[in-house]
């Protein structure tokens, strides 16, 4: 991550999807209303251009391309964060706008456990408007050498809001068809003897949801069935001389069964299923360290709409070197797709100029391959031979950070990042009307997208309190053109500018924080004649800690408030979103002291 923007996000201790914790931090998302699918964009890129990798594995969709974040939970997460920008180099096909990187684990293996065994556990029940019915429980059984986490959840939102439908010039309309249910299981296991460390991590997700109504029609959207497992199993040994050695096997399944009404009792199942072996050997010497491996996956997936059951085969080769001197440090990253013949690299450098500010840049290439569909859709999207998306990006920028700073009794603390991003794309896949059908094809045009990124963070520790500033603001021109001499555009869904501002207060027996999300204009016609407006969603939170506190055992209760201004807006056109909501959540957590 040296040279790139990285974005943590909170994750672990709350009853978000993994859309709303994003959101929060000031990522964008396109929803097809409250309840359907969830799909990012970063730096103007398509959802099926930002990959997300689960404890080592790229998890989207192999008949997609893309995730549908409205399915991934962020409880009992236990690292979460975003690299801003391509990275096919480190992670394969997809990642040209970023990549969300998911770990689970980590924390017992690259620590040094000197205690023995204890355990910890929490539990967390939330009621709120539109009848949402939220609980989840954590389990953590740590020892010097092994643990092993559960987590469990259900989540229940009937959605019951009011909206004004233009469509139908209905002022206080009231959605229904909207009911969601979700579920999610979680277990995380690790082992360390001598040399050798172990991880497994296995998760099911389950979900149930009605898709509610559009604007200015009567129908109900259908409904909806999604359930999927993913799993791995990780070794890791080191050798003498510096050498590691580190092996992962996994698979990942999604299935979607869609019915166009709520009422059929007959859907269309799609299923997709990916098996991941990973080779890693790591050498480090000094302020050198070497990175050879191997990744191949094996893709199959099946539809009513394909002629039988697809497969590929994805083998691919990387190399990795990492070198820091006293101020320089740097990062080169490789890789070849043998199946598309296709290799990418990036390299990164980072200056440090003094104690407080450094200086980053990054150049790469990038690449997306065509999805399952893109190639054997019955349509006849196999007919004509498809091309990968190809592209290369280039960003720099600086990091500012001041150390604690004493004025009058109180400490300052201020982190500041910009950076100015370019990058380009060749042979976008689109689908397009070939007579009476739709079909993948290449498009000769392609894009530029050049913008820029803000980050800062601010502190300041007065006696008892802590106050703090966050602002992430992110601006891109994203033009696109569909033929090679045709005009340019500004991508359809991609908003002009996207971010938050997030104020909070600490004291000891409470806390409070309000956070604003901005999201600009965005285009929904390719000729950019017609557009969603800008809007701002206002989110507060009060949350009362230790309630009770006594013998391991720590009670919480917080109350949050969703769209505190009642703002009218639409994510997506004709999907109406719900006005100020509010929840009530409890928080329970134990913990046993630890025998030394």
Not at 274 to 298: A, C, I, K, W
Not at 367 to 374: A, E, M, S, V
Not at 515 to 535: K, M
Request: charged content about 20%; aromatic content about 10%.
């Amino acid at each position: 991550t040296i040279g790139r923007v990285v974005r943590e996000m909170p994750s672990g201790d709350n009853d978000q999807l993994l859309t709303s914790v994003m959101q929060d931090a000031g990522v964008f998302f396109k929803q097809y209303g409250v309840t359907g699918s969830s799909t990012i964009s970063r730096r103007g890129a398509d959802a099926n251009q930002t990959q997300i990798n689960w404890n080592g594995l790229p998890i989207n969709n192999p008949m997609l391309g893309m995730s549908d974040f409205n399915t991934l939970m962020s409880w009992g997460c236990g690292e979460m964060f975003l690299v801003e920008g391509g990275n096919s180099a480190v992670v394969g096909s997809g990642s040209m706008g970023g990549t969300l990187f998911m770990r689970n684990g980590l924390h017992f293996l690259d620590g040094d456990a000197r205690e023995e065994y204890h355990s910890r556990s929490k539990a967390m029940a939330t009621m709120g408007s539109f009848g949402e019915r939220n609980i989840a429980a954590e389990v953590n059984l740590v020892g010097k050498r092994r643990f092993l986490s559960v987590n469990t959840a259900h989540f229940y939102h009937e959605n019951a809001y009011v909206f004004h439908d233009l469509g139908l010039e209905i002022p206080k309309r009231r959605m229904e068809n909207a009911l969601r249910r979700q579920e999610m299981m979680r277990m995380v296991g690790g082992m360390k003897t001598g040399r050798s460390q172990l991880r497994t991590v296995l998760e099911w997700a389950g979900m149930s949801r009605q898709l509610g109504l559009a604007m200015g029609s009567l129908q109900p959207l259908g409904k909806q069935l999604d359930v999927n497992l993913r799993g791995l199993v990780e070794h890791q040994v080191s050798f003498k001389r510096g050498i590691t050695l580190l092996q992962r096997l996994g698979g990942v399944m999604d299935q979607i069964d869609y019915y166009s009404s709520p009422q059929d009792s007959l859907g269309s199942l799609s299923r997709g299923k990916t098996l991941h072996y990973q080779n890693e050997v790591y050498y480090t010497h000094r302020s050198l360290r070497f990175l050879l491996g191997t990744d191949f996956q094996y893709q199959r997936a099946q539809t009513e709409y394909y002629l039988g059951w697809a497969n590929r085969a994805l083998p691919a080769s990387l190399l990795g070197v990492y070198w820091s001197g006293r101020k320089w440090s740097a990062v080169g990253n490789a890789r070849y797709e043998w199946n598309e013949r296709m290799p990418t690299a990036g390299i990164s450098l980072q200056f440090q100029a003094s104690r407080r500010l450094a200086w980053k840049s990054n150049v790469h290439s990038s690449f997306r391959r065509p999805t399952l569909n893109d190639l054997f859709w019955v349509s006849g999207a196999a007919l004509s031979p498809l091309k990968s998306e190809k592209g290369w990006g280039a960003e720099m920028g600086f990091l500012l950070k001041t150390g604690p700073t004493n004025f009058r009794q109180t400490v300052f603390n201020l982190t500041a990042e910009f950076t100015t991003y370019y990058r380009e794309l060749d042979f976008p896949i689109l689908w397009v009307p070939a007579g009476a059908v739709w079909r993948a094809t290449n498009l000769s045009g392609g894009g530029r997208y050049a913008g820029a990124q803000i980050s800062v963070q601010a502190q300041a520790h007065v006696r008892q309190s802590k106050m703090s500033l966050q602002i992430n603001l992110d601006r891109v021109k994203a033009s696109v053109k569909q033929s090679a001499f045709g005009p340019e555009y500004q991508q359809i869904f991609v908003p002009l500018y996207n971010g938050n501002i997030a104020l909070s207060w600490h004291r000891p027996k409470y806390q409070f924080s309000v956070n604003t999300q901005l999201v600009g204009l965005r285009y929904i016609q390719t000729d950019n004649q017609s557009s969603l407006p800008a809007y701002a969603l206002v989110n507060a939170q009060w949350r009362y800690p230790a309630v009770l506190n006594k013998k391991g055992l720590v009670i919480d209760v917080g109350i949050q408030t969703q769209n505190l201004t009642q703002t009218q807006y639409q994510s997506m056109p004709g999907r109406p979103m719900p006005g100020r909501s509010v929840q009530l959540t409890l928080w329970i957590k134990h913990q046993t002291k630890a025998n030394k």
